[in-house]
């Protein structure tokens, strides 16, 4: 099976929802959140750091049901402005870094 390269948006979301995962852990360790989601820690580590940019749905959720992150909440943190395109997001990277 080949896998469809993905988009400058699609790795944007991911490092996004790696951010968002990253802030609701607080000061929990990596090993507690991975043990509370049932997860490797190397999984958790490569979902906050954007390297895996497209989790599984169940992976998503047993991080932020470990978290105590509602997914409303994540949803809207993943959302972009409206409006927004990938072009856009670019930017706002670029401008960031």
Do not use: C, H, N, Q
């Not at 360790?29 to 940019?53: C, F, H, N, Q, Y």
């Not at 989790?55 to 927004?84: M, N, S």
Request: charged letters at 30%.
């Amino acid at each position: 099976m080949v896998r469809v390269p993905l988009s400058e948006a699609e790795r944007l979301r991911g490092e996004r929802l790696g951010v968002a995962l990253r802030g609701a852990r607080g000061d929990r360790s990596m090993v507690e959140v991975a043990s509370d989601a049932g997860i490797s820690v190397e999984t958790l580590r490569k979902i906050e750091t954007g390297r895996i940019p497209t989790p599984a749905f169940f992976t998503v959720l047993a991080i932020a049901d470990a978290v105590g992150l509602p997914l409303d909440d994540l949803r809207y943190e993943l959302a972009e402005p409206p409006g927004a395109d990938a072009d856009t997001a670019l930017s706002r990277s670029a401008d960031a870094g």
